[in-house]
Nanobody
Framework: QVQLVESGGGLVEAGGSLTLSCKIYTNFFGVSAMGWYRQAPGKQRELVAQISTFGEAHYSSAVLGRFTLTKIAATKTLDLQMNDLKPEDTATYYC?????WGQGTQVTVSS
């Protein structure tokens, strides 16, 4: 059974940076796609960034150039480095591995 443990959310001023980390407890880390999603109040959950089985990263247009996704096989973690944060990035961020979701971590960006 897969377990995801997220960390790294918090409150930051606009223009600041945060790194989210997702520890993935699985035997299939190296052969699966995974990613980060977010959901703002009153909005649908949306893809932020994902990485394919072959290591190809894809970013939403809203975060391209500001966020960086890193898959670390040695520690089975998926990190999301978020730079130049904007108030519209405020949301609950969820790690996803196959059909399993993390509990979510809150990111709040003040203007």
């Amino acid at each position: 059974q897969v377990q995801l443990v997220e960390s790294g959310g918090g409150l930051v001023e606009a223009g600041g940076s945060l790194t989210l980390s997702c520890k993935i407890y699985t035997n299939f880390f190296g052969v699966s796609a995974m990613g980060w999603y977010r959901q703002a109040p009153g909005k649908q959950r949306e893809l932020v960034a994902q990485i394919s089985t072959f290591g190809e990263a894809h970013y939403s247009s809203a975060v391209l150039g500001r966020f960086t996704l890193t898959k670390i096989a040695a520690t089975k973690t998926l990190d999301l480095q978020m730079n130049d944060l904007k108030p519209e990035d405020t949301a609950t961020y969820y790690c996803a591995f196959r059909d399993t979701w993390g509990q979510g971590t809150q990111v709040t960006v003040s203007s």
